[in-house]
């Protein structure tokens, strides 16, 4: 220890730099990457869903398929996506009568579409699209009341089948669109 300390101070004198400019140059670093860390923290906000107190209660009816295809259990995996967000990640508790949000609506579209052609006319890519259509309703707010629809997608290679993937894919978009959901509903309490 005494050595590697020796050695530190003979290479901070040869180079003619003393104990004092050393610990200010140090200083200086730190201080420039405080300075640094408060931008960052300042440029990125963490936004999470603060609940206005009034509201206790949603209500989500169970989305039903309204398109043909798609595996058999998408509704139910997506309402029970929904339902688990919701009640992970706001204090609401779910309820059938005089509920203060509700939301309902159903799963319109589920396609598999080609993307990327390659030289040969056949795709590169396929696409599988899920579109939801959702009606919000704010009991307290009518303001915030809307009817949207919300879809997300997953690309695949060409030389694999929608079903050898699909098992996959949509556990990913049913994902995607319940956080893009969430944000619409509970973004801006």
Same mark, same amino acid.
């Given at each position: 220890m005494k050595?590697?300390?020796?050695?530190?101070?003979?290479?901070f004198?040869?180079?003619?730099?003393?104990?004092?400019?050393?610990?200010?140059?140090?200083?200086g670093s730190f201080f420039l990457?405080?300075?640094?860390?408060l931008l960052l923290t300042g440029c990125y906000t963490?936004?999470?869903?603060?609940?206005?107190? /009034?509201?206790? #209660? $949603?209500? %989500? !009816?169970?989305?039903?398929?309204?398109?043909?295809?798609?595996?058999?259990?998408?509704?139910?995996?997506f309402n029970e996506k929904l339902k688990e967000y919701y009640q992970r990640n706001t204090s609401l508790k779910i309820a059938t009568i005089n509920p203060d949000l509700q939301m309902e609506g159903g799963i319109t579209g589920y396609e598999m579409t080609p993307q990327a052609p390659t030289s040969s006319d056949k795709a590169g890519l /396929?696409?599988? #699209? $899920?579109? %939801? !259509?959702?009606?919000?309703?704010?009991n307290k707010d009518e303001a915030k009341n809307f009817d949207q629809e919300f879809s997300f997608y997953q690309d695949f290679p060409q030389n694999q089948t929608l079903s050898s993937v699909e098992?996959?894919?949509?556990?990913k978009i049913l994902d995607q669109i319940v956080l893009d959901i969430f944000n619409k509903t509970a973004?801006?309490?």
């Open positions: 050595k590697s300390k020796s050695v530190l101070r003979e290479n004198q040869s180079q003619g730099i003393g104990k004092r400019t050393f610990f200010l140059k140090c200083m990457l405080a300075v640094f860390s963490f936004r999470g869903a603060s609940l206005d107190p /009034n509201l206790k #209660t $949603i209500y %989500i !009816q169970n989305f039903a398929m309204v398109t043909a295809g798609g595996p058999s259990n998408l509704s139910l995996t /396929n696409r599988l #699209t $899920i579109r %939801i !259509q959702v009606k919000f309703t704010n098992g996959q894919l949509y556990p973004g801006d309490w």
